[in-house]
Structure formats: structure tokens, C-alpha cells
């Protein structure tokens, strides 16, 4: 299942997502993943594993153009020319000489003049061909306003913590309103842990909502989940290292939501983030060094 982004590229709606996935175990999860039919792989250059995400996709035999690669910017790299030579890094990690979307990681408001000049740079990656594609991660409306009034391409994708306990319907309305997608990170519930975030949540995977549809269906809960995205138009990246698992959430072309059960996720969400605040001034965010190819 494709999606066709705001500038005419198609991208898989669902991909394997590598975030907080070991170096050591990520080559084996690209190939199981590429071998249970994923097109799409979505990683990032804090993740610290590009390197073996392109090794997954040389040791999945598939050709280059048969894979969709996305990675981002981390914020220690915001800048015109600092943004240009992550593109330069994380194309010699992967071991490839283009990519298919590359995005801002995040927003980092307080000083949000370095990402907009981060942007301008994937804007000229954009325009010498060596991206087919530019967006940015964690950006609320309002980032998405002053970043479009000061910049020239609308973003392809806005990549966003969304799941059935944060839906963030503004945030959904305003990629709409600009014809981005919205992809959703943490797609199955916030399954990740993050340090210092939501140690109090529930577990979306046993809400009983969700499992009684999951029953009706024949499906887990985390496959309800990712339909819920892909029948509502957005894309999806669930994480995991477990190849049984890789090729379950692969398994939801099979199936249809009725209306009647969207709208029930959609009555779950609770309007709590499990993830980092994108409004919250992190300097420590900009020491991290991202190493060289």
C-alpha cells in the first residue's frame, strides 16, 4: 500500500521503524522485514544505526530503488552547511548515494533559526536531486506556521508520537490543511520506553477496546492499531527486532475496520504524550555529535 506524498513520490504507508534498536540486532531486523515484504525503512542519524540499516538492505538482495529510505537530521546538525554534511554522512553510513526523504528531527524551538536554515538545506538537496523528498519530525502547528512562512517547499511528511491514547487531531489537521502526511511514530501505543516520560501510562496494547475489535477480527491488537493509521490515510513505522513480530505487523492488508470501530480508537485518546515535549528547550540536545561516516 502506497502513498502518494505532496510531490508526487510514492512511499510505502508502512515501514520498519529502527529507533532504540541495538547496532547488533538492526542488520537482521531490515533483512526480516524487507524479506516479509516492508519497502520502507525509517531510521535517523541519532539512532546510531544507519550504518547497519544499510547493510540489512545489501544483505536483503533487493536493488536500491526497491527500498524507501528515510533518516533525519539530528539537532546538532541544524544549520545551512552543518545540513548539508549530515546528508553527506548519512548517505556514507547507509551506503547509498541518494535518499529517499530526509527530515528535521525535531523542532527545538528556542533556537529555531538553526532548523529553518536546516530546512533551506534540504531544500537544496531537494532541487539537486539528492533527495525525492523533505519533511520534519515533532512539529506542532504552530512550528509548521512560522517554518512554512519562511521557507519555500512544504514539507512532505511531518513524522509525530501518534497513537490511540494521543491521536493529536490538531496536529492531523494541520498537515492536512498544508497537504503533508502525517506518519506516526510509536504507531502501536507508546510500546517504547522513554526515560523520564509517561512511567505512569497504561498500555494501549490491552485496552479493552481495542482488544474486543482485535478479537472480532481474528488480529492482535497491535495490527487493529496499524490498520487504524492506514485506513485513516496515514503512515506508519512500528519498531521491533523480533522478526515473528516484524512480519505480524506487516500482516493488515487483510482485513477492514468498520466505521463504527474507528471512531472507537479514535474516543480513546487521552491527549497525554508518552515522548519528549517539542515545545521544551533541550540544550543538552545540541552536544550530541553525530560521528562521521
Given amino acids: 500500500m502506497d502513498?502518494?506524498?505532496?510531490?508526487?513520490?510514492?512511499?510505502?504507508?508502512?515501514?520498519?521503524?529502527?529507533?532504540?534498536?541495538?547496532?547488533?540486532?538492526?542488520?537482521?531486523?531490515?533483512?526480516?522485514?524487507?524479506?516479509?515484504?516492508?519497502?520502507?525503512?525509517?531510521?535517523?542519524a541519532a539512532y546510531g544505526n544507519e550504518r547497519e540499516v544499510g547493510d540489512g538492505i545489501r544483505r536483503s538482495g533487493l536493488d536500491r530503488s526497491d527500498v524507501f529510505i528515510e533518516t533525519k537530521v539530528w539537532v546538532s546538525d541544524y544549520g545551512y552547511e552543518e545540513t548539508l554534511h549530515a546528508w553527506e554522512k548519512a548517505?556514507?553510513?547507509?551506503?547509498?548515494?541518494?535518499?529517499?526523504?530526509?527530515?528535521?528531527?525535531?523542532?527545538?524551538?528556542?533556537?529555531?533559526?538553526?532548523?529553518?536554515?536546516?530546512?533551506?538545506?534540504?531544500?537544496?538537496?531537494?532541487?539537486?536531486?539528492?533527495?525525492?523528498?523533505?519533511?520534519?519530525?515533532?512539529?506542532?502547528?504552530?512550528?509548521?506556521?512560522?517554518?512554512?512562512?519562511?521557507?519555500d517547499v512544504v514539507p512532505a511528511v511531518n513524522q509525530v508520537e501518534l497513537h490511540p491514547y494521543f491521536s493529536q487531531p490538531d496536529v492531523q489537521a494541520a498537515n492536512a490543511r498544508h497537504g503533508i502526511l502525517t506518519q506516526a511514530w510509536s504507531p502501536i501505543g507508546g510500546i517504547t520506553f522513554y526515560p523520564g516520560y509517561g512511567e505512569d501510562r497504561k498500555n494501549v496494547m490491552q485496552d479493552p477496546t481495542i482488544t474486543a475489535i482485535a478479537e472480532a477480527h481474528g488480529k492482535?491488537?497491535?495490527?487493529?492499531?496499524?490498520?487504524?493509521?492506514?485506513?485513516?490515510?496515514?503512515?506508519?513505522?512500528?519498531?521491533?527486532?523480533?522478526?515473528?513480530?516484524?512480519?505480524?505487523?506487516f500482516d493488515v492488508f487483510d482485513f477492514e475496520l468498520?466505521?463504527?470501530?474507528?471512531?472507537?480508537?479514535?474516543?480513546?485518546?487521552?491527549?497525554?504524550?508518552?515522548?519528549p515535549d517539542p515545545d521544551a528547550a533541550r540544550d543538552q540536545w545540541f552536544v550530541v555529535s553525530i560521528p562521521e561516516a
Fill in 91 to 151: 548517505v556514507g553510513k547507509l551506503g547509498v548515494d541518494y535518499l529517499d526523504l530526509l527530515i528535521l528531527h525535531q523542532p527545538v524551538p528556542a533556537r529555531f533559526e538553526k532548523a529553518i536554515a536546516a530546512y533551506k538545506a534540504l531544500e537544496t538537496l531537494l532541487a539537486d536531486g539528492r533527495v525525492r523528498g523533505i519533511g520534519v519530525s515533532n512539529f506542532m502547528p504552530h512550528h509548521l506556521a512560522q517554518l512554512l512562512a519562511e521557507t
Fill in 258 to 275: 468498520a466505521d463504527g470501530e474507528v471512531t472507537a480508537i479514535d474516543a480513546l485518546d487521552t491527549c497525554v504524550r508518552n515522548g
Fill in 220 to 249: 492482535t491488537p497491535a495490527q487493529v492499531m496499524l490498520r487504524w493509521h492506514l485506513q485513516q490515510g496515514r503512515s506508519a513505522i512500528p519498531k521491533s527486532t523480533n522478526p515473528a513480530r516484524i512480519a505480524e505487523n
Fill in 3 to 44: 502513498i502518494t506524498l505532496n510531490n508526487g513520490v510514492t512511499m510505502p504507508a508502512l515501514g520498519l521503524g529502527v529507533f532504540q534498536s541495538p547496532p547488533e540486532e538492526t542488520t537482521a531486523a531490515v533483512v526480516a522485514a524487507l524479506a516479509a515484504g516492508y519497502r520502507h525503512i525509517d531510521t535517523a
